[in-house]
């Protein structure tokens, strides 16, 4: 038995080893996505603050700059706005509007576009994710990319998605295997496991990685194994992650999660932005008054025409994340009345652990501390990897070697 789970465990690991490198490298430069776009990107996403004034004040009409947006780029839709904050600039989301033709001059070649919202200036644009296009590199693009090279190796959707979900799947069935094979055999139990726990001092070569791998291995095997399992949930979520869990956790019907899909997109809705957004937010406000929860930021009012209504997304004292707000009110676009509402870490308690792995995966909470660890586990898993690989290739060598002999 414990030959068989060698081979399983040795055959996982090369077969993942380059995947899983990749993936706990780019997961360490993304622990600081924000800090690394500021800096690489300066001209995007830093603005400077009037001096002498309120600065909450001196910030422009969101709804008149998407106007003036959508004016600017009359072939696109401007279906996403968020809501600006001091210091920062103001993000929109452009898609093409249907049966646009791509040739057409006035057909936007950027879906992101960056706004100063104290003075309405566009700062610049990009299409999110392409490093090489137009026959240049586009350096604003390298953290989006290297998001993409994280989430799907930068494949075609969802080919990449599939496929990063199948590694994370053997990468979950193997921490099991790894964890097995360190187990040791006879009594005392704790006294002859106690050495795969260490490194030890003035070895050889071998066994100083051997060590590493499996002493690293061990000292994290929790976290190893959220970060396996939380990949599963992103790439392959209702395929394995849902069904799995869903035989010891209660999950929210899907149809509660968005409302449902209209047999044709309704692309104009009835109600107007400003009319929308003071329904979304009253009728929250009335949610957050009954419920006993404090609505800390507005992040963005959203226009889903597949849906016909209009997403609003704020930041609740019930989310979970840092920053970034998770908890969701749809409204119809026509009438304004509220079809269903979201609150990240509420809900049943398989929705409870989804978004727990998903802050855990992504490091959005715990503030720089977490973040740090979020980094280093990266570089854990990429090290693992490549000791893995040494490992394999150092007794391939010992057996070549006494095949000879």
């Known amino acids: 038995m414990r030959v068989l789970a060698g081979r399983l465990h040795r055959w996982a690991g090369l077969a993942t080893a380059l995947f899983l490198a990749a993936a706990g490298l780019t997961g360490s430069v993304l622990a600081f996505k924000n800090e690394l776009e500021a800096l690489l990107n300066p ?7 009037p001096h002498g004034s ?6 422009q009409d969101p709804f008149v700059l998407r106007e003036q947006l959508q004016q600017r780029y009359p072939a696109a839709r401007a ?4 809501f600006p904050q001091p210091g920062h600039s103001l993000m929109f989301f452009l898609m093409p509007r249907p049966h646009a033709i791509s040739g057409d001059p006035i057909v936007p070649t950027r879906d992101q576009v960056f706004v100063d919202p104290y003075t309405g200036a566009v700062l610049g644009d990009r299409q999110w994710g392409v490093l090489w296009s137009e026959g240049r590199w586009h350096a604003e693009n390298l953290v989006p990319f290297v998001w993409r090279l994280h989430e799907a190796l930068a494949l075609p959707h969802p080919w990449g998605k599939w496929f ?5 799947l053997v990468w979950t069935l193997d921490c099991f ?3 097995w094979l360190t187990l040791p055999r006879g009594q005392p139990f704790l006294r002859k496991w106690r050495p795969a726990w260490g490194i030890k001092r003035g070895a050889s070569a071998y066994r100083f990685t051997l060590d590493l791998h499996r002493a690293f291995g061990l000292w994290l095997w929790v976290a190893l194994l959220v970060f396996a399992w939380s990949s599963v949930m992103l790439n392959l ?6 069904p799995v869990m869903s035989t010891a956790f209660s999950f929210q019907d899907e149809a509660r999660q968005r409302p449902p899909r209209l047999p044709s997109p309704r692309w104009e809705p009835g109600l107007d932005w400003r009319v929308a957004h003071a329904r979304a937010r009253d009728s929250l406000q009335s949610l957050a008054s009954s419920q006993g929860f404090q609505v800390l930021r507005e992040d963005s009012l959203w226009y889903r025409p597949a849906q016909g209504a209009y997403l609003y ?6 989310d979970l994340r840092d920053e970034v707000g998770r908890s969701d009110l749809w409204i119809d676009g026509d009438t304004g009345a509220v079809l269903l509402t979201n609150f990240e870490g509420r809900g049943l308690g398989g929705d409870q652990v989804s978004a727990w792995l998903r802050v855990l995966h992504t490091g959005e909470i715990g ?10 586990v990266g570089v854990v898993v990429a090290m693992l990897s490549v000791t893995g690989i040494m490992v394999w290739a150092r007794k391939r060598r010992a057996r070549a070697h006494g095949r000879s002999d």
């Open 313 to 318: 997304r704020t930041r609740t004292s019930w």
């Open 367 to 376: 503030g720089l501390a977490y973040r740090i660890a979020v980094g280093l």
């Open 177 to 179: 295997t790894g964890l």
């Open 43 to 49: 001209q995007l996403f830093q603005v400077a603050v």
């Open 164 to 168: 990063m979900g199948a590694v994370a």
């Open 79 to 82: 279906d996403y706005l968020g």
């Open 54 to 59: 309120d600065t909450v004040r001196s910030l």
């Open 237 to 242: 979520r209702e395929a394995i992650y849902r």
